[in-house]
């Protein structure tokens, strides 16, 4: 357990110098961007955009698993956060964050919200080919930055984003598993 830890220790370490080197205003531009886009308030406005889109194209079946998906996933985050209390990267700078470390609220509500957005695109035959690989090529474009944007602002250490986006994956598996299972029931 001891040597884990120190891996993780080693790599938290490596990944913040790595990003305190290339700091500069361009970058500090376009990641406090992706940071307002990873916020809570920007998943939840973009959520609820997302929901009323997917509600008058897909039906609101997919509208309820994405807020579901979404609240469900702040919910864990807080849960886990409160249970670890893993104290912030004391050199953060540029941006304020509050509360526990790990695992990174950003990087799990960006994986549920952007994945489930780009499954149901891609997912949707009615949007024309190009359209969904944009949109999906677009949803992991955002994803990874904005975990990016977070080890830039030295806001979270490497091993909080790793694990924001395990616990989302997870939580996106189960949705699909259960929006998966509701259509194989309703036939």
Known sequence: MLAARNNASRLDESVA???ASIHNGTLTDLFKVMTTLGSTVGIIAITLVLAVWFGWRQG??????????????????????SGFDRARPAMAWGIEADGAS???????????????AAIWIATDKSIHRAVR???AAIAVLLIILMGVSRL?????????????????????????????????NSR
């Open 102 to 116: 790990f695992p990174s609220g950003n990087a799990m509500l960006a994986i549920v919200m952007y994945s489930l």
């Open 60 to 81: 609101w079946r997919r509208t309820v698993l994405l807020i579901a998906g979404v609240a469900g996933a702040y919910l864990v985050n807080t849960l886990v956060k």
């Open 133 to 135: 690989w944009t949109a």
């Open 152 to 184: 830039y602002f030295s806001v979270h250490y490497a091993t909080d984003i790793i694990g924001g986006y395990a616990a989302g994956f997870v939580i996106v598996c189960l949705l699909m598993a259960l929006a998966r299972g509701k259509r194989l």
């Open 17 to 19: 110098d790595w990003f």
